[in-house]
T-cell receptor
Framework: DAGVTQSPTHLIKTRGQQVTLRCSPKSGHDTVSWYQQALGQGPQFIFQYYEEEERQRGNFPDRFSGHQFPNYSSELNVNALLLGDSALYLC????????????FGPGTRLTVL | QQPVQSPQAVILREGEDAVINCSSSKALYSVHWYRQKHGEAPVFLMILLKGGEQKGHDKISASFNEKKQQSSLYLTASQLSYSGTYFCGTQRATGNQFYFGTGTSLTVIP
């Protein structure tokens, strides 16, 4: 059984560009959450998707948007990249009915130059 | 809103015990514990849902005092593999948002 997968592994962008990160949840999981983890910090909650809708959102600007597809996979989009967006972006999936049990993917390391 | 963990860092010798504390200023519904090794994703350890609940597996256990909005993680007879950064994650009594704590770096040396 494959765990949570994320792509790409690493990404380098320049300021002002846009980026799309992808996440495939574990089999049987229907909820996907996205986190931003800056170096040396704990993960910060961006938003959570369930049934293709954003269920909860953290304190992130509208430049951060997402989507969940019918197969439960998810995308995180960030527009107008800033240097401060450089971080590890983590996706976590949760099993149906147990959305507070989170299993993390390996993350995507985004560097903004 | 971010839970505060203490200590920030701890160094242990193999076989020693450690306690990591997590404290929130908000009423909590649940507390989660994760371990993250350098360059890797956080790994789920356990979740505590009720006040006063205590859980554990192997030599790692945790307690959750709902009234005090505090949780503690207990590592007994530490092993080298326990090294990493431990994060508590809290879910408030209202809403589904998770807040990860400030983190505790734990290093186990031979």
């Amino acid at each position: 059984d494959a765990g949570v997968t994320q792509s790409p592994t690493h990404l380098i962008k320049t300021r002002g560009q846009q980026v799309t990160l992808r996440c495939s949840p574990k089999s049987g999981h229907d909820t996907v959450s996205w986190y931003q983890q800056a170096l040396g910090q704990g993960p910060q909650f961006i938003f959570q998707y369930y049934e293709e809708e954003e269920r909860q959102r953290g304190n992130f600007p509208d430049r951060f948007s997402g989507h969940q597809f019918p197969n439960y996979s998810s995308e995180l989009n960030v527009n107008a990249l800033l240097l401060g967006d450089s971080a590890l972006y983590l996706c976590a999936s949760s099993p149906a009915g147990h959305w507070n049990e989170q299993f993390f993917g390996p993350g995507t390391r985004l560097t903004v130059l | 809103q971010q839970p505060v963990q203490s200590p920030q860092a701890v160094i242990l010798r193999e076989g020693e015990d450690a306690v990591i504390n997590c404290s929130s200023s908000k009423a909590l519904y649940s507390v989660h514990w994760y371990r993250q090794k350098h360059g890797e994703a956080p790994v789920f350890l356990m979740i505590l849902l009720k006040g006063g609940e205590q859980k554990g597996h192997d030599k790692i256990s945790a307690s959750f005092n709902e009234k005090k909005q505090q949780s503690s993680l207990y590592l007994t007879a530490s092993q080298l593999s326990y090294s990493g950064t431990y994060f508590c994650g809290t879910q408030r009594a209202t809403g589904n948002q998770f807040y990860f704590g400030t983190g505790t770096s734990l290093t186990v040396i031979p």
